[in-house]
Antibody, heavy 119, light 107 residues
């Protein structure tokens, strides 16, 4: 069974940093591109970042470019999102999701981890 | 950037109704369009990918159509478990924009 479990969320002050993790199981993690998607409270889904299967290629939404870094450790089957210079508008539930490699559809999602940026 | 719009933003329907949700892209995206269902407090679930391909395990009452800039998600006979918010997403260009969502609730 495919499982994605996020962790690392919490309360952080504006300007602070946080690293999210997403532990994968039930599939060959190293074969799949992975994504982060976020959802502010009561709002819609926003794509954040993507990483290819070996970690050599990444993409970011303009709103996080230069502040967030996506990475992965295929040996540990874990996806990461390093978030720096956090702002109030980064407050959201962050989901990791697997790319099904067919037109970049996100076929499995984690349960999400809440990041709150507030003083 | 490609902008996505959905209509309606919300609708009320009864069990057994046929429901259609429309998604429009600001420029052509071929068939790079996915549909997701999200229930309150839960992660999104992939329903349809590549505009019309049904994700494994998704009931056949869900269907998708369209290409270019205009797409539709149809639920042929609404079931109690289908009351949720539906999002389209374009994956034609990186940034992978989601639509604003359509909430389907009980009439």
């Amino acid at each position: 069974e495919v499982q994605l479990v996020e962790s690392g969320g919490g309360l952080v002050q504006p300007g602070g940093s946080l690293r999210l993790s997403c532990a994968a199981s039930g599939f060959t993690f190293s074969n799949y591109w992975m994504h982060w998607v976020r959802q502010a409270p009561g709002k819609g889904l926003v794509w954040v970042s993507r990483i290819n299967s070996d970690g050599s290629n990444t993409d970011y939404a303009d709103s996080v470019k230069g502040r967030f870094t996506i990475s992965r450790d295929n040996a540990k089957k874990t996806l990461y999102l390093q978030m720096n210079s956090l702002r109030a508008e980064d407050t959201a539930v962050y989901y990791c999701a697997r790319d099904n490699l067919v037109m970049t559809a996100l076929d499995y999602w984690g349960q999400g981890t809440l990041v709150t940026v507030s003083s | 950037d490609i902008q996505m719009t959905q209509s309606p933003s919300s609708l009320s329907a009864s069990v057994g109704d046929r429901v259609t949700i429309t998604c429009r892209a600001s420029q052509t995206i071929s068939r790079y369009l996915n549909w997701y269902q999200q229930k309150p407090g839960k992660a999104p679930k992939l329903l349809i990918y590549a505009a019309s391909s049904l994700q494994s395990g998704v009931p056949s009452r869900f269907s998708g159509s369209g290409s270019g800039t205009d797409f539709t998600l149809t639920i042929s006979s609404l079931q109690p478990e289908d009351f949720a918010t539906y999002y389209c997403q374009q994956t034609y260009s990186t940034l992978f924009t989601f639509g604003p969502g359509t909430t389907v609730d009980i009439k």
